[in-house]
């Protein structure tokens, strides 16, 4: 029983830092695709659907705020680059590790692609 309770809280902080790693990388691979999908849209031409794209294709676990296009030349001609960029605020479940982010996590994703 000693034993137990020694080591039950440290295996218990291990697995929530597994799970909130699993959370952070599955969040992180999500915006990647959606930034590929929304920058794929734009350099097709379709510029008025990037957002609903990147919204759609991750699942809506981002919103429409999180989503910034630019484009290098404002006529959006063929050959300048369009590109997408994703930021999503994610927050820890592990007790330890939320002091050390108060304000949670920044993922970030940017997608450049020529318009065709």
Known sequence: MVELAL???I???LLCGIIDFGRVFHVYLT???AGREAART???GKFSDVV???VDKS???ISASDVTVSYSDPNKVSGSLATVKIDYQITFLTPIIQP???TGL???DTTKMRIE
């Open 7 to 9: 080591v039950l809280p």
């Open 11 to 13: 295996l218990i902080l």
């Open 31 to 33: 915006i990647d695709h």
């Open 42 to 44: 734009a350099s097709l």
């Open 52 to 54: 609903t794209i990147a």
């Open 59 to 61: 699942g809506s676990l």
């Open 100 to 102: 050390f982010f108060p």
């Open 106 to 108: 920044t993922l970030s």
